[in-house]
């Protein structure tokens, strides 16, 4: 069974710099995606960048990034000029190439301090 | 698109009560489901729908049940309410139950049980 980890119950970063959240998984499969996906206090969960397996580039989208790691099961999170409207609840999620089914890790909850 | 509705937002209910909470979306999408959100554990699947007349068990689907009569529809049926079942309740959907798919999720129904 896929299970995926987030380390990290709370994190915290100063306006305009740079955090990092992490998240590993453990799968045997070779086709899968990887979600990080944001939950502010409306408790919307608001997908924020999703991942190909097969696809080596990390992908990005505007000040979010990931460093996905295939062989290392790594997928964490890169938050550039952080804003106060990042402070929120994040999870990383797994979804398997066979089945729908979204698996999510523990989430880290990430303050902004002005 | 009003995109995946929730209602009730609230409900206290009383150990032994039953009661069901409503999901709904207009995305015309074929997979449905249903997750609870506990501190600390991260989201977990209860059950789910690759298409109308279609359900399935999730990580955790004990004291719930589910029908899909219609596309739109999926609604999340507790029998007999039980404290273990506080929990906010997340309902979610995607065009189909393909990994390569981006789920929606709705804001959420926060349940107590007394």
Known sequence: AQTVTQSQPEMSVQEAETVTLSCTYDTSESDYYLFWYKQPPSRQMILVIRQEAYKQQNATENRFSVNFQKAAKSFSLKISDSQLGDAAMYFCAYRSASGGKLIFGQGTELSVKP | ?114
């Open chain 2, 1 to 114: 698109n009003a995109g995946v509705t929730q209602t009730p937002k609230f409900q206290v209910l009383k150990t032994g009560q039953s009661m069901t909470l409503q999901c709904a979306q207009d995305m015309n999408h074929e997979y449905m489901s249903w997750y609870r959100q506990d501190p600390g554990m991260g989201l977990r699947l209860i059950h789910y729908s690759v298409g109308a007349g279609i359900t399935d068990q999730g990580e955790v689907p004990n004291g719930y049940n589910v029908s899909r009569s219609t596309t739109e529809d999926f609604p999340l049926r507790l029998l007999s309410a039980a404290p273990s079942q506080t929990s906010v309740y997340f309902c979610a959907s995607s065009l189909s139950g393909l990994f390569t798919d981006t789920q929606y999720f709705g804001p959420g129904t926060r349940l107590t049980v007394l």
